[in-house]
């Protein structure tokens, strides 16, 4: 076999394992945010050289699954248009819509607290760009307030879907109900009143 | 000396040395999220066999100077006397107050990330508590809203006080003008409007 064959194959292997260990580790957070990394080396069928080899550090591991998750909610907001019709309207799909992906992978979000808030931040950049365009269009629609910074209303968006996951989690708010309370406070939130 | 004599003296020097190490995280902390363990033991005048000895992590060492700064905060929203005048501008003194021991204390809030969200959430007791019976007496009032749970509209407040000093802390609020922001935004998630 050529040297060049193998380094192929070598990458092909590689690169099954770190699908299979993400998705190891996507199912295991979700489900419980401290599984521990011998029980996903476990799940994923890989050793702990080989989970090790490709991630050095359970917040590496913990980072690769968020955003796993993420590209997974990007797909989702895809699906759910929100360029179309009333922002207000496209509102209510973009929180329905992030809360299921978000609902889906429940305890990740606990694990999440091992990532430092900015790389969390940072990966969260293609869904806080999709809020941040939803909020300007409503904004020109004449809907949303126009009085404090667009940058800071994306931010409130953002904490208040983490702290809904935070109180789902810890058993302070009912999960079926999350989506419409959420989208009740955030609306408060946007919404132009006759205060604005 | 007697025997009893020495431990009393020996607890007495420890309390000493756990003060000078608490004041000197809560200064370095708020200047410096990343602050060592050892510049820490060296701002403090102890060894750091001494300050490993009372706080064996970085992590205790930061929730020590969390509880500081929240026992302060809850000294700052006594005088602010919560309970007179109406409960929209006891809501105004709240936030101001509690905004004002925040900025003091900036970069704490990002070396809190090293503590789990409930740890941080259960030294936040007091302050939540405070919240909570404010918007039970604006609700009272009928100035606030009780068509969503107040445990919820406490989370929100919360988690908009931390969205706001990592906003600052990462530069992208202006800290003079947060305060009125963060006013702006928790009455229109509180205040009872046409729609609610």
Request: aromatic fraction near 4%; glycine fraction near 6%.
């Amino acid at each position: 076999m050529e040297a060049s064959t193998r380094t192929r194959r070598r990458r092909a292997d590689a690169e099954r394992s770190i699908a299979a260990i993400v998705d190891a580790a996507v199912a295991a957070f979700s489900r419980r945010p401290d599984t521990s990394m011998s029980e996903i080396a476990i799940a994923a069928g890989v050793g702990r050289v080989t989970l090790y080899a490709h991630f050095p550090s359970r917040e590496a591991l913990i980072e690769a699954a968020t955003q796993r998750i993420l590209a997974e909610a990007s797909a989702s907001l895809d699906a759910a248009d929100l360029e179309r019709g009333p922002a207000i309207d496209a509102l209510g799909r973009l929180i329905h819509t992030s809360w299921s992906v978000l609902a889906h992978h429940g305890g990740i979000v606990n694990a999440e607290g091992a990532l430092a808030p900015s790389t969390l931040r940072h990966h969260h950049g293609d869904v806080l760009a999709r809020m941040d365009r939803l909020i300007a269009r409503g904004q020109a629609e004449g809907v949303f307030r126009t009085d404090l910074p667009r940058d800071w209303l994306v931010d409130v968006c953002y904490s208040l879907f983490h702290a809904a996951a935070r109180a789902v989690g810890e058993g302070r708010l009912d999960p079926a109900a999350t989506p419409d309370l959420l989208e009740a406070t955030i609306r408060a939130t946007l919404e132009r009143t006759s205060r604005s």
